[in-house]
C-alpha cells in the first residue's frame, strides 16, 4: 500500500530533532514527525506539589498547547481555560513521562514540560510524548553536570506512535488526512524495555476486530523501536 508521497503502510514520517531551540527553558528540542511539529521545553522549579513536601520525591508534569496557526483553520487560543480534550492529552503525557524514572532520585524539584505544537498534521500527542521524554533526559543530564543532581538516575525511556485502520489497512504514523478518514484510531506509548505504558483506540463506525487490535500493536511496536535510536543519537551535553 503506498501512501502520500510513497510512504510505505509500515513507514514512519520523516523524523527530526533540533535541540536547544528555546534557549531560555532548562533543556528544550522541537521535535518534527512529517507535517507536526511540536516544541518541547522543560523548566525545573526547586519545590514540589503540597502533596509531595516532605517526601523526598520530585514531580514530573506536563502542559500541551496548539498554536493559533498550527491548523489548517485559526485554532481558538484558550484563554478562559483549558478544554477537554486539551486536559486529556496533558494527563497522557505527564502520565507517560512520569514512567520514566524513580520520583526519589530526582529530588524535591518539579519538572514542568510544556508542549507546544508549532504545527499539526497528526500524532501530535505522540510526538509529544516523544520529544518531551528525550528533553526530561536531556535536562536530568544537565543538573548532573551543573552538581544540582549527584548522579544521574536510571532512565527508562520512553516514547509514542499512532496507529489506524485506514481503507482496511493498518497504517503506522498517521498524518491528518489519514487520522480523520480512519476507521480505527489508535495511540500507543511503550518504554524501552518494551512494555506497554498505555494504548488509547477508538473505532469509527463500527467494532474493529481482535486481529485488527493485534496488527495495529504490532506495528506500533515497530515503530517504536525505530524512534527509540534517537535515543542513542542523542549527544551528551558538553
Same mark, same amino acid.
Given at each position: 500500500?503506498s501512501?502520500?508521497?510513497?510512504?510505505?503502510?509500515?513507514s514512519?514520517?520523516?523524523?527530526?530533532?533540533?535541540w536547544d531551540?528555546?534557549?531560555?527553558?532548562?533543556?528544550?528540542?522541537?521535535?518534527?514527525?512529517?507535517?507536526?511539529?511540536?516544541?518541547?521545553?522543560?523548566s525545573?522549579?526547586?519545590?514540589?506539589?503540597?502533596?509531595?513536601?516532605?517526601?523526598?520525591?520530585?514531580?514530573?508534569?506536563?502542559?500541551?498547547?496548539?498554536?493559533p496557526g498550527?491548523?489548517?483553520?485559526?485554532?481558538?487560543?484558550?484563554?478562559?481555560?483549558?478544554?477537554? /480534550? =486539551?486536559?486529556? *492529552?496533558?494527563?497522557?503525557?505527564?502520565?507517560?513521562? #512520569?514512567?520514566?524514572?524513580? !520520583?526519589?532520585?530526582? &529530588?524535591?524539584?518539579?519538572?514542568?514540560?510544556?508542549?507546544?505544537?508549532?504545527?499539526?498534521?497528526?500524532?501530535? /500527542? =505522540?510526538?509529544? *510524548?516523544?520529544?518531551?521524554?528525550?528533553?526530561?533526559? #536531556?535536562?536530568?543530564?544537565? !543538573?548532573?553536570?551543573? &552538581?544540582?543532581?549527584?548522579?544521574?538516575?536510571?532512565?527508562?525511556?520512553?516514547?509514542?506512535?499512532?496507529?489506524?485502520?485506514?481503507?482496511?489497512k493498518?497504517?503506522?504514523?498517521?498524518?491528518?488526512?489519514e487520522?480523520?478518514?480512519?476507521?480505527?484510531?489508535?495511540?500507543?506509548?511503550?518504554?524501552?524495555?518494551?512494555?506497554?505504558?498505555?494504548?488509547?483506540?477508538?473505532?469509527?463506525?463500527?467494532?474493529?476486530?481482535?486481529?485488527?487490535?493485534?496488527?495495529?500493536?504490532?506495528?506500533?511496536?515497530?515503530?517504536?523501536?525505530?524512534?527509540?535510536?534517537?535515543?542513542?543519537?542523542?549527544?551528551?551535553?558538553?
Amino acid at each position: 500500500m503506498s501512501r502520500f508521497e510513497g510512504r510505505r503502510y509500515d513507514s514512519l514520517r520523516e523524523l527530526s530533532l533540533e535541540w536547544d531551540f528555546q534557549p531560555g527553558a532548562d533543556a528544550s528540542l522541537l521535535i518534527r514527525m512529517g507535517g507536526t511539529h511540536v516544541l518541547c521545553a522543560v523548566s525545573v522549579e526547586e519545590k514540589v506539589p503540597p502533596f509531595l513536601k516532605d517526601t523526598g520525591k520530585g514531580w514530573i508534569t506536563a502542559e500541551y498547547g496548539m498554536l493559533p496557526g498550527a491548523t489548517n483553520s485559526r485554532y481558538r487560543r484558550e484563554t478562559s481555560g483549558r478544554s477537554g /480534550r =486539551t486536559y486529556e *492529552i496533558q494527563r497522557l503525557i505527564g502520565r507517560s513521562l #512520569r514512567m520514566m524514572v524513580d !520520583l526519589s532520585t530526582i &529530588g524535591e524539584r518539579t519538572f514542568r514540560v510544556d508542549c507546544d505544537v508549532l504545527n499539526a498534521d497528526g500524532g501530535t /500527542r =505522540t510526538a509529544s *510524548i516523544t520529544g518531551g521524554a528525550l528533553a526530561l533526559r #536531556r535536562v536530568f543530564e544537565n !543538573l548532573v553536570a551543573a &552538581g544540582n543532581l549527584d548522579t544521574m538516575p536510571e532512565i527508562l525511556p520512553v516514547a509514542a506512535i499512532s496507529v489506524g485502520i485506514v481503507g482496511a489497512k493498518p497504517c503506522l504514523d498517521l498524518d491528518y488526512n489519514e487520522d480523520s478518514n480512519a476507521e480505527v484510531d489508535a495511540n500507543f506509548v511503550m518504554s524501552g524495555d518494551g512494555r506497554w505504558i498505555e494504548i488509547q483506540s477508538t473505532a469509527e463506525g463500527k467494532p474493529f476486530s481482535s486481529e485488527s487490535f493485534h496488527s495495529m500493536t504490532t506495528l506500533a511496536e515497530k515503530g517504536i523501536q525505530e524512534i527509540f535510536e534517537l535515543w542513542n543519537q542523542d549527544p551528551l551535553p558538553e
